[in-house]
């Protein structure tokens, strides 16, 4: 998880967005060099719309963040499907 919050982080100060196979080379990486140490890892497996979703959500939140005044609360809801 922490891979892909930097990694988006990291495009979003460079302003160029990584491609789908970017984001997966990238996380192969990471995990490889996980892995080397001992440590469990996963690599990320998105799409061109997974990344489209999150960047959109991204975007939309740092543009309500920015509207929030000193002293007001900005309030996040969350949506966790039940498996079933």
Known sequence: MELLVGL???????GDYLTAQEFCERGETYVAARRSAGKAAEGPALSEEDL???RSLRDELLAR???TRPGETLELTFHVPVPG
């Open 65 to 67: 963040w920015a509207t």
């Open 52 to 54: 489209a979703r999150v």
């Open 8 to 14: 988006f982080d990291s495009e979003r100060r460079i």
